[in-house]
């Protein structure tokens, strides 16, 4: 099929083209209703299961060194079983408070309602989360010889002693909501 090619004829189609563009343009523009109404609602978080979490945290390297954080973990998970209770446990490099600090943030944010931080360099950052995050309990696991951070709970013993509080705190928690 052969096109006109006159400049007139090429010169009308063009402006046709860019009309029909602009009006379909236009009309899906204009056609938007952004009242209120018809906006949907703002996502937020929340607890859909309505379990309370508790959530085990600590250095990699400081975790993996330390016989209480495997059995610390078992507890929670037990504790998991018996009650309404979801636990997670998150183990990042972190050599600083100051590094460790978003990680413990972060937890909080996800709506842990117990973290529990095994170590020196989480220790260390805790009284800063605690002040930041008032609806969230914070514990510590320290050992001995290790300063026990201000302003938080501190769990010290034996690795079953440690365990056993943990797995006591992790079900003493409130229900969400609550």
């Known amino acids: 099929m052969m ?3 006159s400049p ?9 083209s860019a009309l029909t563009v602009a009006t379909v343009v236009a009309l899906l523009t204009l056609g938007t209703d ?4 018809n906006r949907p609602a703002p996502v937020t978080p929340s607890n859909i299961a309505g379990r309370r979490t508790a959530c085990l945290t600590g250095d990699t390297t400081e975790a993996g060194n330390r016989t209480d954080t495997s059995t610390i973990w ?16 998150l ?3 972190a050599t600083t408070a100051d590094q460790a600090l978003p990680y413990l ?3 909080a944010a996800q709506h842990c309602d117990l973290i529990v931080a095994v170590g020196p360099t989480f220790g260390q ?7 930041a995050n008032p609806h969230t309990s914070f514990v510590a696991v320290t050992v001995e010889g290790q300063p026990s951070p201000a302003g938080v709970a501190t769990i ?16 003493a928690l409130p229900s969400p909501g609550h």
């Open 3 to 5: 096109f006109p090619t």
């Open 125 to 131: 950052a805790l009284n800063a989360a605690a002040k």
């Open 156 to 171: 010290t013993g034996s690795d079953t002693d440690k365990a056993a509080e943990v797995r006591r705190q992790a079900l």
């Open 91 to 93: 183990f990042p490099a």
């Open 34 to 37: 952004d009242t209120a109404d």
């Open 105 to 107: 943030a972060g937890l």
């Open 74 to 89: 078992a507890a929670l998970q037990e504790a998991s079983q018996q009650g309404q209770l979801n636990v997670q446990q």
């Open 8 to 16: 007139h004829v090429r010169w009308a189609l063009g402006l046709v």
